[in-house]
């Protein structure tokens, strides 16, 4: 009992574990699962819970994870390299809300529109060729130079080097955080390229098709 306060605190105060009913043993499988891209349904029979209980399970897990990251920024400094790629909106598992702007699609549904539309959702990525690795989603286009102010606040400092494809959005990473921005394909050395950002696109969009039960709604990087 906390003294002079009157209040009662447990070791699980501050964690997804408060208010659970959930034993910590299932919890370390579920966080373990999450961690290795199993996908919920197997999780959920595997330790034979319902799907539902195991949703929300994970999503705390991510949620408490997301938390983390806010509060302890992993500053990319050094040589990074910057992109964006796309992915098909996927709302699997939710019912699609009246009056919403398109109606479901059935498994291995392509899109209907060429190229880069509102169909598809942006995710800005940054991976250091060292270490450290960000990715956000922010919109159903090319990102403006606020959104990459957004995406990118509190994980630069002027010592990064940023390698880009050119998108003049980036030249905002420079104004803001004095970094050095280079358009890849303006430099002849092999050493401008961003083959490590492209192979982290691969890496999202494999992990999304673990979780999705290998759904074929993701796009290829375009």
């Known amino acids: 009992m906390g ?67 806010t509060e302890n920024y992993t500053v990319l400094s050094d040589v990074k390299e910057y992109d964006e790629t ?24 392509k899109a209907q529109k060429h190229g880069i539309s509102d169909e598809y959702v942006c995710i800005c990525t940054g991976i250091g060729r060292e270490s450290g690795a960000v990715a956000v989603s922010v919109n159903r286009a090319k990102p403006d130079e606020s959104e990459l102010r957004a995406v990118f606040n509190g994980y630069l400092d002027e010592n990064t080097l940023v390698l880009c494809d050119g998108l003049r959005s980036y030249g905002i990473l420079n104004t803001a955080y004095g970094c050095s921005v280079k358009d890849v394909n303006l430099e002849t050395d ?21 979780f999705w039960w290998g759904c074929n709604e993701i796009s290829q990087p375009i």
Request: net charge positive.
């Open 86 to 109: 796309f992915v098909l909106e996927n709302l699997k598992g939710r019912e699609i809300p009246t009056g919403y702007w398109r109606g479901s699609r059935k498994h291995g549904a």
């Open 190 to 210: 092999k050493y401008f390229h961003l083959n490590n950002v492209n192979g982290f696109h691969s890496f999202i969009k494999e992990t999304l098709r673990s």
């Open 3 to 69: 003294k002079g306060c009157n209040k009662t605190f447990t070791r699980t105060v501050n964690t997804v574990l408060y208010h659970s009913r959930t034993g910590e043993a299932v919890w370390k499988e579920v966080l373990a699962d999450t961690l290795g891209f199993v996908s919920i349904d197997k999780t959920a029979k595997r330790l034979g819970l319902s799907y539902d209980h195991v949703f929300h399970m994970r999503h705390k897990i991510l949620a408490a994870m997301e938390s983390s990251e």
